[in-house]
T-cell receptor, first 118, second 112 residues
Framework: DTEVTQTPKHLVMGMTNKKSLKCEQH?????MYWYKQKAKKPPELMFV???????INESVPSRFSPECPNSSLLNLHLHALQPEDSALYLC?????????????????FGPGTRLLVL | QKEVEQDPGPLSVPEGAIVSLNCTYS??????FMWYRQYSRKGPELLMY????GNKEDGRFTAQVDKSSKYISLFIRDSQPSDSATYLC????????????FGAGTRLFVKA
């Protein structure tokens, strides 16, 4: 199973709503990520959980709040978003291996949640 | 200067052509180099992954890394209309915690 799943696929919310995006992987990966991708732009890293330890991109506003309940699940809580937050939100997970004296990292993306903030 | 530079294109080629996609980077700390393919309204899909300088081949795809020139390439042989997508290069550095940097992506159109 090399799949990262995300729900919902699409989400429309108002600026006063609270919603959550969910991500799940069962590959035993210990690092999970949230990315934001605007149209025709590369993904921008928002948060990283590595062994349940959070690293934050300091430019991400506090209306985005990540949560990692366990090593297979990653949530992104949304509150009081702005229309400019409308984007594709991608979850990813990665494995790291050391073999033949080399450190290897492979990252897998989910299909994304397309978010529209009205 | 961006850490990773990639020409956004668009790049239009006839079916069967050899496609060359490139990225340059400025930070010698990058250790891992990836190419992703992204279809419209979909998440990125990992195509190729390399660690050291040299070539890596997988079917019609060849990834090339030249660390001395800080230059990476993706070659697509016998291009097909189904290869039409945006191709993103990405690089990982593992200095004080790992970070993935993506290029801007190159839009490729393969005409039948």
């Amino acid at each position: 199973d090399t799949e990262v799943t995300q729900t919902p696929k699409h989400l429309v919310m108002g600026m006063t709503n609270k919603k959550s995006l969910k991500c799940e992987q069962h590959m035993g990966h210990r690092a999970m990520y949230w990315y934001k991708q605007k149209a025709k732009k590369p993904p921008e890293l928002m948060f990283v959980y590595s062994y349940e330890k959070l690293s934050i991109n300091e430019s991400v506003p506090s209306r985005f709040s990540p949560e990692c309940p366990n090593s297979s699940l990653l949530n992104l809580h949304l509150h009081a978003l702005q229309p400019e937050d409308s984007a594709l939100y991608l979850c990813a997970s990665s494995s790291s291996q050391t073999g033949q004296g080399r450190y290897q990292e492979t990252q897998y993306f989910g299909p994304g949640t397309r978010l529209l903030v009205l | 200067q961006k850490e990773v530079e990639q020409d956004p294109g668009p790049l239009s080629v006839p079916e069967g052509a050899i496609v060359s996609l490139n990225c340059t980077y400025s930070n010698s700390a990058f250790q891992y180099f990836m190419w992703y393919r992204q279809y419209s309204r979909k998440g990125p899909e990992l195509l190729m992954y390399t660690y050291s300088s040299g070539n890596k081949e997988d079917g019609r795809f060849t990834a090339q890394v030249d660390k001395s020139s800080k230059y990476i390439s993706l070659f697509i042989r016998d291009s097909q209309p189904s290869d039409s997508a945006t191709y993103l290069c990405a690089m990982i550095r593992n200095t004080g915690g790992f970070k993935t940097i993506f290029g801007a992506g190159t839009r490729l159109f393969v005409k039948a």
